[in-house]
């Protein structure tokens, strides 16, 4: 049992360039998350998702898609790097249910992002 | 809106002393109260969570918190720290419908001298 795993680690990309990070979970959740996290800013959500096939914005969605075509899967694309998009990315997942299943959430362990 | 509020951006504790970071929610319901630890590096691993019921919650290495619905706080306490909890504490809080993502203070990082 993995857990969520992220790939790739670490990744320099020049302004412009396109990338995929790619999420997994092996833990049957419904729920997965983006987060980005940046110095003194604590993580913001992306996107998110409820389920296979569908997805929604988070606090700071612009210059980034996601798609979940597998219910294991959440993949977050970069079209078109910039700069402002050097971070740390968390992909996390939850359970679907009540009385707090959902909102316990379990990270990855991170991709680092370098745009120069 | 949900917020929180971590008052204290760096905190310094020797090895063997006492530990207590803040954490303050604004939540109009009973929220979802957690406590991530982040290694250098590292991810976010959940130390402890409070839902509902007894207000002094037990976690992993030695950690609890208390839920204190009057003060709007879940403190984070450890009665002797190691040198290994130097770390950056996360406090979040779930809003509680589904897919929301949990609202995250900008974190405490713990350095932990000999």
């Known amino acids: 049992n993995a857990g969520v795993t992220q790939t790739p680690k670490f990744r320099v990309l020049k302004t412009g360039q396109s990338m995929t990070l790619l999420c997994a979970q092996d833990?049957?959740?419904?729920?997965m998350y983006w987060y980005r996290q940046d110095p003194g800013m604590g993580l913001r959500l992306i996107h998110y998702s409820v389920g296979e096939g569908t997805t929604a914005k988070g606090e700071v969605p612009d210059g980034y898609n996601v798609s979940r075509l597998k219910k294991q899967n959440f993949l977050l694309g970069l079209e078109s790097a910039a700069p402002s998009q050097t971070s740390v990315y968390f992909c996390?997942?939850?359970?679907?249910?009540?009385?707090?299943?959902?909102?316990?959430?379990?990270f990855g362990p991170g991709t680092r992002l370098l745009v120069l | 809106a949900q917020s929180v509020t971590q008052p204290d951006i760096h905190i310094t504790v020797s090895e063997g002393a006492s530990l207590e970071l803040r954490c303050n929610y604004s939540?109009?319901?009973?929220?979802?109260l957690f406590w991530y630890v982040q290694s250098p590096g590292q991810g976010l691993q959940l130390l402890l969570k409070?839902?509902?019921?007894?207000?002094l919650v037990q976690g992993i290495k030695g950690f609890e918190a208390e839920f204190k619905r009057s003060q709007s706080s879940f403190n984070l306490r450890k009665p002797s720290v190691h040198w290994s909890d130097a770390a950056e504490y996360f406090c979040?809080?779930?809003?509680?419908?589904?897919?929301?993502?949990?609202?995250f203070g900008k974190g405490t990082t713990l350095s932990v001298s000999s």
């Open positions: 833990m049957n959740h419904e729920y």
């Open positions: 996390a997942s939850s359970y679907r249910g009540a009385g707090g299943l959902q909102e316990t959430q379990y």
């Open positions: 409070y839902f509902s019921g007894d207000t």
């Open positions: 939540y109009g319901a009973t929220p979802y």
């Open positions: 979040a809080v779930g809003a509680g419908s589904a897919g929301t993502a949990l609202i």
